[in-house]
């Protein structure tokens, strides 16, 4: 029985994307929450080879799943010698903007590099996690962030007072979306695609200084405009959640996840108690207390 971790989601409060690059990612800056709702990973050491064991038939267990090959780029990066055996526990939805493999991915990192008494520093860990994916190196700091570039560049941000104390509601309509349809289908957006800079630094600012309302009104994520036109429901489900008394209401990443904030736990549960009478019983679901 190895050592437990704990695999946090994250939900992108603002996902400004800037344009796209000569090297066709897209330029932007987001502002990402960690979510405590988990994947848990259990790590051993082994004496050799990497052994990745999950219970979802559509995850791949080889390269081309992603805490192989975070497991396969520690070693090689550190050059300790060695194997170790993974058991991922999958509780939180595939292809749902939630961050859920790239934070497998980095808590991989994270577990494999304490467990060998920390050969590499943040920045190494962080080099390593850019090259798995945009969103891994968020994952390294277990803290609200700004991130920039293709979403790798990461400034690790203190909690939002704002925001503490706060109920959210997570909601898979039971479809997942993938990340390279999303942003190739922006293309046919051009005010989505093409932000203006400067909103992340607003949103932070207000959510900091304890301006709940300010920092909300900056909410925004440019992928709702190709997701919502293929599935209007994600649409439907904010109106929902407003009228339910949510104080912001988002698709989170590429979706197809939606997120809603509220002041009261009771409210919080009776949204969710009252989705399948609208919508029928979502994909996954979870509440839960920033
Ligand atoms: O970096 P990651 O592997 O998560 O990206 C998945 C895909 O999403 C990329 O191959 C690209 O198509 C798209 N993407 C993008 N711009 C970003 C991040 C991702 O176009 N900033």
């Known amino acids: 029985m190895g050592r437990q971790w704990l695999s946090p989601c994250k939900v992108n409060l603002l996902l400004n994307i800037l344009g796209r690059r000569a090297d066709g990612f897209h330029e932007l800056e987001t502002v990402m929450q960690p979510i405590p709702v988990h994947d848990v990973l259990e790590v051993e050491l082994r004496p050799e080879g990497i052994a990745l064991e ?4 559509e995850l791949p267990v080889d390269r081309r799943n992603l805490v192989y090959r975070a497991a396969e780029a520690f070693f090689a990066a550190s050059k300790v010698t060695g194997g170790v055996a993974i058991r991922l526990d999958k509780r939180l939805p595939l292809a749902a903007g939630l961050g ?9 990192l994270l577990a494999l590099n304490e467990l060998h008494g920390a050969p590499l520093d943040l920045r190494q860990l962080s080099e390593l996690a850019a090259a798995l994916g945009s969103d891994v190196p968020f994952f390294l700091h277990g803290k609200p962030g700004l991130a920039e570039g293709r979403g790798e560049k990461v400034t690790p941000l203190d909690s939002f007072a704002a925001l503490a104390g706060l109920h959210i509601v997570l909601v898979h309509p039971g479809f997942g979306i993938s ?5 190739r289908e922006l293309a046919r957006f051009p005010a989505a695609l093409n932000g203006a800079p400067g909103r992340a630094r607003r949103l932070i600012d207000s959510l900091q200084r304890g301006s709940l309302s ?4 900056e909410c925004y994520n440019s992928l709702e405009a190709p997701a919502f036109e293929k599935y209007p429901v994600l649409g439907l489900f904010q109106g929902y959640f407003r009228k339910k008394g949510a104080l912001a209401t988002l ?11 509220f002041g009261e736990r009771t409210e919080a549960e009776q949204a969710l108690a009252d989705f399948p009478a609208e919508f029928g019983t979502p994909g996954w679901q979870a509440i839960a207390t920033l």
């Open 54 to 57: 999950c219970g979802v038939p």
């Open 214 to 217: 300010a920092g909300l009104a």
């Open 100 to 108: 859920g493999g790239s934070g497998n991915a980095a808590t991989t």
């Open 251 to 261: 698709m989170s990443g590429s979706g197809s996840a939606t997120f809603a904030l």
């Open 179 to 183: 990340t390279p349809w999303a942003y």
